[in-house]
């Protein structure tokens, strides 16, 4: 069946480091990528999504690119900030209509 | 526009009592889910209405949990009688249509601790 495999966290970064975290799937067809976030003592919001390969999600500074070859949806964001300390969950939305969700990755950025 | 909205936000009950939590999906969308989210780990769908009708109920713990979706607008999950691993968070999300392509809008969820 489909599902999501999320890199485990967690992740702690310095201010204005690098961060990858990393995202496969497996499905059937052709599905939709998410991620979404949640920051703390908060519902999940959607932070990106890429609907067909080769897309590429982006949205405050945060990028993934549906990468059908390597069945890969990994998240970057080239300089973290304190207020991007959150959970963030990648998730696949397949043919059946359901929205399958990896565990959670929680990054820590620290001034 | 108005988002998901879900109450009660915390709810602690004994085990064997019951529950009922609400949400009122975004006006217009015509999909609503109910997910459980374990401490921990990912949201797991437990029920999926498009309008008031039930799509996709298969992860739905049958014996213990129900949902409507009356006139097609707000829900209502309840669990009868509730046990220790129902402990969770309760979220409730809306999208204005099937379809791979549609996003999910989530509610802030109900923290469930049943003791």
């Known amino acids: 069946g489909d599902s999501v495999t999320q890199m485990e966290g967690p992740v702690t970064l310095s201010e204005e480091a690098f961060l990858t975290i990393n995202c496969t799937y497996t499905?059937?067809?052709?599905?939709?990528l998410f991620w979404y976030v949640q920051y703390p003592g908060e519902g999940l919001q959607l932070l990106l999504k890429a609907t067909k390969a080769d897309d590429k999600g982006s949205n405050k500074g945060f990028e993934a690119t549906y990468r059908k070859e390597t069945t890969s949806f990994h998240l970057e964001k080239g300089s973290v900030q304190v207020s991007d300390s959150a959970v963030y969950f990648c998730a696949l939305s397949g043919s059946g209509n359901q929205f399958y969700f990896g565990t959670g990755t929680s990054l820590t950025v620290i001034p | 526009e108005a988002g998901v909205a879900q109450s009660p936000r915390y709810k602690i009950i004994e085990k064997r009592q019951s529950v009922a939590f609400w949400c009122n999906p975004i006006?217009?969308?015509?999909?609503l889910y109910w997910y459980q989210q374990i401490l921990g780990q990912g949201p797991k769908l437990l029920i999926q209405f498009q309008n008031n009708g039930v799509v996709d109920d298969s992860q739905l713990p049958k014996d213990r949990f129900s949902a409507e979706r009356l006139k097609g607008v707000d829900s209502t999950l309840k669990i009868q009688p509730a046990k220790l691993e129902d402990s969770a968070v309760y979220l409730c999300?809306?999208?204005?249509?099937?379809?791979?392509?549609?996003?999910?809008?989530f509610g802030p969820g109900t923290r469930l601790l049943v003791l």
């Open positions: 499905a059937t067809g052709y599905p939709s």
């Open positions: 006006s217009g969308h015509a999909t």
């Open positions: 999300a809306s999208s204005q249509a099937r379809g791979a392509q549609e996003t999910q809008y």
